[in-house]
């Protein structure tokens, strides 16, 4: 055995006695540089079975305090690894771990061009955590109150410059031109009204009329229909009741309605349409009461005074 490990007999093993007998070497005569010692005395076997060659000895190391065997443990890297955090180890080991889900490599190989398992553990550690406070945090968030949808009906007081009727078209409407704004051209909505039956030609050509101008943009007997002029009803079947809705003599062309003494509820700008559904909304409230338009019980008025009805209007009229 020992011919095999060491590729002879080991110094200090050399026959000594006549007839060939084995004995050990005088350890005390061999001469060893200052710090170093052939034998650990903490070592578990003793002198008679473990008889180290002249030029093995140990040396304790300054960083660990281990005794290590030189020349064997010359180039070990255990000492710097104590001074390392674990991506030392990691990195180590990186040659020889096949990385999760790698396409090369055969048994114990890795691929180069995927990242490592633990880099990849992390990843999704750092995901699952980032997807969890998002969680947290819209749950945390308080729910908003939702815009009453009157704030989204654009009613705005317009000018009717034309109510054209023609029987080959239609003996039930009205094609207006109706003016919301100050510029003649680019502020004038076409507009088709069903309110032929109610309100003869001359009341409502040149005068000012309360509008909707944000629904939806229809088609009416073949003509586009930009906005809705606002009246009140009352009554059923043939004594239903039609009339204009009243803005003030001096409002302005242009003007916004809003509800008396929440002047600063009222939008700076309005959605460019107001769903139907919205719309249906506000006209369930949207009333003749006292004589005054009111929703929800309020006063709707705009810059220059109160939106009424027509004189003769009975209280509860519905504003569509």
């Not at 939806?216 to 009741?241: C, H, N």
């Not at 009339?243 to 509800?259: M, R, S, T």
């Amino acid at each position: 055995m020992l011919n095999a490990c060491c590729g002879g007999i080991r110094p200090g093993h050399e026959d000594t006695k006549e007839g060939g007998v084995s004995g050990l070497h005088d350890m005390s005569t061999i001469e060893l540089p200052v710090g170093h010692v052939k034998i650990d005395p903490e070592d578990p076997w003793p002198l008679e079975t473990y008889n180290p060659p002249k030029h093995v000895y140990k040396m304790r190391d300054e960083k660990t305090g281990y005794l290590q065997t030189f020349p064997f443990e010359e180039n070990n890297p255990m000492p710097e690894a104590f001074e390392r955090t674990s991506e030392y180890l990691v990195k180590l080991l990186d040659p020889v771990i096949k990385p999760k889900n790698s396409e090369g490599g055969g048994k114990g190989g890795a691929s180069t061009s995927q990242p490592s398992s633990s880099s990849n553990t992390n990843d999704e550690g750092d995901q699952k955590s980032k997807k969890k406070k998002e969680k947290v945090k819209k749950q945390s968030q308080p729910p908003q109150e939702e815009a009453d949808p009157f704030a989204k009906a654009n009613l705005t007081v317009g000018k009717v410059l034309e109510a054209k009727a023609d029987d080959a078209w239609s003996e039930k409407l009205y094609l207006c031109k109706v003016l919301i704004g100050e510029d003649e051209e680019k502020d004038v909505k076409q507009v088709v009204t069903g309110l032929r039956k109610y309100v003869k030609r001359e009341d409502l050509e040149g005068k000012l009329v309360l509008t909707i101008i944000n629904l939806k943009v229809a088609k009416l007997a073949g003509e586009t229909s930009e906005a809705m002029i606002l009246a009140t009803e009352s009554g059923e079947g043939e004594s239903v009741d039609v009339k204009l809705v009243k803005v003030p003599d001096g409002a302005k062309i242009g003007e916004k309605a809003f509800i008396e003494n929440e002047e600063d509820k009222k939008p700076e700008t309005y959605p460019k349409e107001c769903k139907s559904k919205l719309w249906e909304q506000v006209k369930q409230t949207l009333v003749i009461k006292g004589g005054k338009a009111t929703y929800q019980g309020k006063n709707v008025v705009v810059a220059s005074g109160f939106v009424t009805g027509q004189n003769g209007v009975a209280d509860g009229a519905l504003i569509k």
